[in-house]
């Protein structure tokens, strides 16, 4: 298992020369999502698909930086039933991330990955409303957000501002048919740079196809 230049990620070839990533498991011996796993010398690493992760697909779509690490404040909107949320815990050691949804069945089963997980805290929220939220929170290093609602960038940059520390990193996975299903996404996404750039710096982007049809990766940082 090779470490790559993303912290607390590794990389391994299969027999076809395809690269896929790993993270070492925090909870060695339990797995919450039928991921595969490998072990060397005594230290199990869980398979971070990309077929089931944006950051992981933007990953192996050559992103230049996520500004993820160890020790930090992490702010995750839209953490469904907490995959993502889940490798970010393997991640983030020392760290903090609240994953924030709002539909109560997804979040039912956040709280039992959280029991197991202790740097992990689940909110049942609208991450469209962060005035209902901002009083369980602290300033966030990383504002990272998957929702598949029409107004995707603007609820980004409404919690960039009340919670992403200055310098802090921001990552917002586009869904472009949330957004309008008759345009084309290269046309969206175009539209979303433009909302972002007014407000905050871009530092990369990608799109995510294959690993993600009609889905795109910024990752923007706060001045």
């Given at each position: 298992?090779?470490?790559?230049?993303?912290?607390?990620?590794?990389?391994?070839?299969?027999?076809?020369g395809?690269?896929?990533?790993?993270?070492?498991?925090?909870?060695?011996?339990?797995?919450?999502?039928?991921?595969?796993?490998?072990?060397?010398?005594?230290?199990?690493?869980?398979?971070?698909d990309?077929?089931?992760?944006?950051?992981?697909?933007?990953?192996?779509?050559?992103?230049?930086?996520?500004?993820?690490?160890?020790?930090?404040?992490?702010?995750?909107?839209?953490?469904?039933?907490?995959?993502?949320?889940?490798?970010l815990?393997?991640?983030?050691?020392?760290?903090?991330?609240?994953?924030?949804?709002?539909?109560?069945?997804?979040?039912?089963?956040?709280?039992?990955?959280?029991e197991?997980?202790?740097?992990?805290?689940?909110?049942?929220?609208?991450?469209?409303?962060?005035?209902?939220?901002?009083?369980?929170?602290?300033k966030?290093?990383?504002?990272?957000?998957?929702?598949?609602?029409?107004?995707?960038?603007?609820?980004f940059?409404?919690?960039?501002?009340?919670?992403?520390?200055?310098?802090?990193?921001?990552?917002?996975?586009?869904?472009?048919?949330?957004?309008?299903?008759?345009?084309?996404?290269?046309?969206?996404?175009?539209?979303?740079?433009?909302?972002?750039?007014?407000?905050?710096?871009?530092?990369?982007?990608?799109?995510?196809?294959?690993?993600?049809?009609?889905?795109?990766?910024?990752?923007?940082?706060?001045?």
């Amino acid at each position: 298992m090779k470490p790559t230049r993303f912290p607390e990620i590794y990389s391994e070839k299969d027999k076809r020369g395809r690269e896929h990533l790993y993270t070492i498991n925090e909870t060695p011996g339990k797995i919450y999502f039928d991921e595969d796993t490998k072990t060397y010398d005594g230290i199990q690493y869980r398979f971070f698909d990309a077929n089931r992760s944006k950051l992981a697909a933007a990953i192996q779509k050559g992103i230049s930086q996520t500004g993820i690490k160890e020790n930090q404040t992490i702010l995750y909107l839209g953490a469904s039933h907490g995959y993502t949320p889940s490798f970010l815990s393997d991640i983030n050691k020392g760290g903090i991330i609240y994953a924030l949804d709002f539909a109560p069945r997804v979040v039912r089963d956040l709280v039992f990955l959280c029991e197991k997980r202790t740097n992990l805290i689940p909110i049942m929220a609208d991450a469209n409303q962060p005035k209902t939220y901002e009083f369980r929170i602290t300033k966030a290093d990383i504002v990272y957000q998957d929702v598949a609602q029409r107004n995707q960038a603007e609820i980004f940059l409404k919690n960039c501002h009340a919670f992403l520390k200055s310098g802090g990193f921001g990552l917002l996975a586009v869904k472009a048919k949330s957004i309008d299903i008759a345009k084309k996404p290269k046309i969206i996404y175009q539209e979303i740079r433009q909302k972002l750039e007014k407000e905050i710096t871009i530092v990369d982007f990608k799109v995510l196809d294959p690993f993600e049809k009609d889905h795109c990766m910024f990752v923007v940082k706060k001045k």
